[in-house]
């Protein structure tokens, strides 16, 4: 099964931000003005997701780029961190001695509501995991913080007998409330806070903010349904 509840290899834990990492001023880079007011701070700014990314390719086609890959997107966080994953992924294949054939296809999932998970995985839509069959699949999330959601889906997954499948997340939450599990490659550990940007949101705004920042109190508030 993919992803690990024991110790995890350097790549599977990531670039670790300490729980007393202050963050980027706000005042250091530029965002959408319209979140003027909304943001603590920056946590990871976005040249740093895409060097981050390209390295997770390189790894990732280290360890699985001897057969094709099925590359499942989970909607709506993860499709940007998807996009470029795969786009590194590809320019390595098209610069080996052995082409990887990838298709990427999309689910969507809901856990959330404002800043609190749900407590259970919702897939939203018709996707038919019955096509994963006997495939070797790599599911690319944007968050991994309890692990609830992340063990449901491979659950589901795995009743169709994949040949293979691996997570990549690009965040990975350190959080009381986690049940241990590790994706196979992380781009970042981080602390227990909300973060938004890099199309991850809240209540669907936020998500045209390039780089991953701390929402405040005030911008929950503005954003609540």
Request: aromatic content about 10%; proline content about 4%; charged content about 25%.
């Amino acid at each position: 099964m993919a992803g690990s509840s024991e110790e995890a290899p350097d790549h599977g834990r990531g670039v670790v931000i300490m729980d007393d990492w202050p963050g980027y001023d706000l005042n250091l880079f530029t965002y959408p003005q319209h979140y003027y007011g909304d943001l603590e701070y920056v946590l990871i700014p976005h040249g740093i997701i895409v060097d981050r990314t390209e390295r997770l390719a390189k790894d990732i086609m280290k360890d699985i780029g001897c057969c094709d890959i099925m590359v499942l997107c989970v909607l709506k966080g993860g499709y940007k961190f998807c996009a470029d994953l795969v786009e590194h992924l590809k320019n390595i294949s098209r610069n080996s001695d052995r082409f990887v054939a990838m298709k990427v296809d999309f689910i969507r999932l809901k856990s959330y509501k404002n800043d609190q998970s749900m407590g259970e995985m919702q897939i939203i839509g018709g996707y038919d995991l019955s096509s994963l069959a006997g495939k070797n699949v790599l599911i690319v999330e944007d968050v991994v913080g309890t692990g609830r959601t992340m063990k449901a889906l491979l659950s589901n997954i795995e009743k169709y007998k994949p040949n293979m499948v691996k997570v990549a997340s690009l965040l990975v939450k350190r959080t009381p409330r986690s049940d241990g599990f590790r994706p196979d490659y992380a781009g970042f550990e981080i602390p227990d806070l909300f973060v938004v940007g890099y199309a991850l949101d809240y209540n669907e705004y936020f998500r045209d903010l390039n780089h991953i920042c701390v929402i405040n109190e005030k911008g929950k508030e503005k954003y609540r349904v």
